[in-house]
């Protein structure tokens, strides 16, 4: 069974703290992304990669950073927390453009 | 930016009846698929639809394109109370290997 497992189902932070926000998908895929979801905004790509090491600035990449190591590991890092990056986070795999796209449980990570 | 935007945002149906949602997007596309996702879950794919394709169809799903309006619909037949769900389009995006959704469609099905 495809699986994309987000490390934490719900997180609260502190401002200022670094928040490391971990994807690992099990389907060898090339493509990893991360969206935020907000109520009324619906998803918007924050950064997402291509393959290993590789990455592309989404529509809101402010305040956000990525790291792509292994194959099967997305992180979304960050690097200093902020309340109005509390939102709810979901990441996504798939194995190309025009593919399927499968999403992780998402995490809702609160900022105080 | 949204590449796709759907409507309307809300929809409130009663069970039995049909659920029809659109869809558009602003640059040509290769595909366009539909999600659904539950409360406070992820998104599940439901159904893919090429740009050579006219209309698609899914167990009580339809999906139709219409490249030229650059539009897309998702219609429900029969609708049930389990259906109630955000139900958002997606497209990839005019560069790289982006992929980026329009707001949704947030279902209430009525039993």
């Known amino acids: 069974d495809v699986k994309v497992t987000q490390s934490s189902r719900y997180l609260v932070k502190r401002t200022g703290e670094k928040v490391f926000l971990e994807c690992v998908q099990d389907?060898?895929?090339?493509?990893m992304f991360w969206y935020r979801q907000d109520p009324g905004l619906g998803l918007r790509l924050i950064y997402f990669s291509y393959d290993v090491k590789m990455k592309e600035k989404g529509d809101i990449p402010e305040g956000y950073s990525v790291s792509r190591e292994k194959k099967e590991r997305f992180s979304l890092i960050l690097e200093s927390a902020s309340t109005n990056q509390t939102s709810m986070y979901l990441c996504?795999?798939?194995?190309?453009?025009?593919?399927?796209?499968?999403f992780g449980q998402g995490t809702r990570l609160t900022v105080v | 930016s949204q590449q796709g935007e759907e409507d309307p945002q809300a929809l409130s149906i009663q069970e039995g009846e049909n659920a029809t949602m659109n869809c558009s997007y602003k640059?040509?596309?290769?595909?366009l698929q539909w999600y659904r996702q539950n409360s406070g879950r992820g998104l599940v794919h439901l159904i893919l639809?090429?740009?050579?394709?006219r209309e698609k169809h899914s167990g009580r799903l339809r999906v139709t394109l219409d490249t030229s309006k650059k539009s897309s619909s998702l219609l429900i037949t029969a609708s049930r109370a389990a259906d109630t769900a955000s139900y958002f389009c997606?497209?990839?995006?005019?560069?790289?290997?982006?992929?980026?959704f329009g707001p949704g469609t947030r279902l209430s099905v009525l039993p």
């Open positions: 997606a497209t990839d995006g005019s560069y790289g290997q982006n992929f980026v």
């Open positions: 640059t040509s596309i290769n595909n």
């Open positions: 639809i090429r740009s050579n394709e």
């Open positions: 389907m060898d895929h090339e493509n």
């Open positions: 996504a795999s798939r194995t190309g453009t025009g593919d399927e796209a499968f």
